[in-house]
């Protein structure tokens, strides 16, 4: 129990997010940010690409339909 209260202790002591004004904190705010959008765009481009390809084949000069542009021949 008394391992428990230190890390606790030892958790406030940090205080990086307590406070507004700081520039640690906007640096901490950014990069949360930052990665938070670029994990929704990985998934985006992830799910995306493949239909993006089908898409612009299909539109393409040629006009092909969906079957000829996923079979292998």
Same mark, same amino acid.
């Given at each position: 129990?008394? %391992?428990? %209260?230190? #890390?606790?202790?030892? %958790?406030?002591?940090? &205080?990086? /997010? &307590?406070?507004?004004?700081?520039?640690?904190?906007?640096?901490? @705010?950014?990069?949360?940010?930052? $990665?938070?959008?670029? /994990?929704?765009?990985?998934? %985006?481009?992830?799910? &995306?690409?493949?239909? @993006?390809?089908?898409? #612009? &084949?299909?539109?393409?000069?040629? $006009?092909?339909? #969906?079957?000829? #542009? @996923?079979?292998?021949?």
């Amino acid at each position: 129990m008394a %391992a428990k %209260a230190s #890390l606790k202790v030892k %958790a406030k002591g940090k &205080g990086s /997010k &307590g406070s507004p004004s700081s520039s640690s904190s906007k640096y901490e @705010l950014f990069k949360d940010w930052t $990665n938070w959008s670029l /994990k929704k765009a990985k998934v %985006a481009t992830h799910y &995306g690409f493949i239909p @993006l390809i089908i898409v #612009l &084949g299909m539109k393409s000069d040629p $006009n092909t339909h #969906l079957f000829q #542009l @996923l079979s292998p021949v």
